[in-house]
């Protein structure tokens, strides 16, 4: 299956910040408007041909680990083919160098020192994807959540019912739901850390429900709706939350950029400051305009989207990745190696080298050593 459309969450949040921004100093009279009409070069810094960015969705707010990465996308631009390339990177991927999942990066580098937490996912995904990354991205999806209620809420179609009976609370990750810690320790000890626990810890979860066709979304919702990992049958693969991430995506910039978000400036000005306070980018202030020229020529441009994953169990796709017993070597946790190797990213990279130059790339049965 290869979506057409755009993404993960972020990816959409990227441009519609970007496409608003002129409409602020258009507000406020600045001299961009002069530029955009007038200047039509993009003088971004490239390693070739291509754009590369690094998109991080984070939880923040009172969540478990609030700067973990709970989505992560390496998007390749080409404005010469009109093309992107979109290559989802799942959380649990074990990186050496790190000594941690994938999804620990941003928070390592943050830990260490502000402004670091960009590097060190960039320098940790190119790693795995073996491409430069020129340009960084992170949003904290609680931004996400009052946007979304900003504007009105979203109406998304969905395809199948989705029902979820362990979606976790915020805040009550850690909660002991009544039990005592003796109780806690021998349970814990009997499950690895991805099976669900929420039989066990009823506190900590809830279920949630959107029924088969048209579903109005407020901001909490439109995050359930796409963050939901526990679904009962197809909906609980990843191509499926994708999917759904994709779906919602088209409908927030849809709504974004109609008539009645557009001119109201009280909401305009409303959602550039939630947007712009939920990240952190190193792209620099006098950039935004070159991506918002680049974005306009990417109107019509080819999108193709790919998943770096153990595959589908539904559908008999295989993957690239595996996941190995439990072992001290990854520190008792559940995580996903390449499957020719731990540490070994060759056969992603390649992958990755052909979606980028080629699209739609297929993985063969039998891993490539």
Known sequence: MRNKKIAGIVFAIIIVLLLIKPLIGVLKFSPVLFGLLFNKEVSLKKADDNINILLLGIGGGTHEGPNLSDTMIFASINPVKNKTTLVSIPRDMWVSD??????????????????????????????????????????????????????????????RTLDDNAYPIEGKEDASCGH?????????????????????????????????????????????????????????????????????IKAFKDKVLSVGTLLNPGKVFGLYDILQSSIDTDIKQDEFDDFIRLFGKLKTAKIESAVVDYGDSFTQRPGLLVNPPLSQDYNGAWVLIPRIGSGDFSEIQKYVDCEIKVGNCPISQTPNK
């Not at 949003?139 to 979203?154: N, P, R, T, Y």
């Not at 949630?208 to 197809?234: C, D, M, T, Y």
Request: aromatic share 10%; proline share 2%; charged share 30%.
């Open 98 to 159: 790190l000594g941690a999942k994938i999804n620990t990066a941003y928070a390592q580098g943050e830990k260490k020192r502000k402004g670091g937490g960009l590097i060190l996912a960039k320098a940790a995904v190119s790693k795995i994807v073996g491409e430069p990354i020129d340009y960084g991205f992170r949003i904290d999806f609680s931004g996400f959540v009052k946007a979304v209620d900003m504007i009105g809420g979203l109406d998304v179609a969905t395809d």
């Open 180 to 248: 005592s810690d003796e109780e806690i320790k021998a349970y814990t000890a009997t499950v690895s850390a991805e099976e669900d626990l929420s039989s066990f810890f009823v506190c900590r979860y809830k279920s949630i429900h959107f029924p088969k066709g048209e579903n109005r979304l407020n901001g909490e919702q439109a995050l359930e709706f796409v963050r939901s990992r526990h679904a009962l049958g197809l909906e609980g693969s990843d191509f499926a939350r994708s999917a759904r991430q994709e779906k919602v």
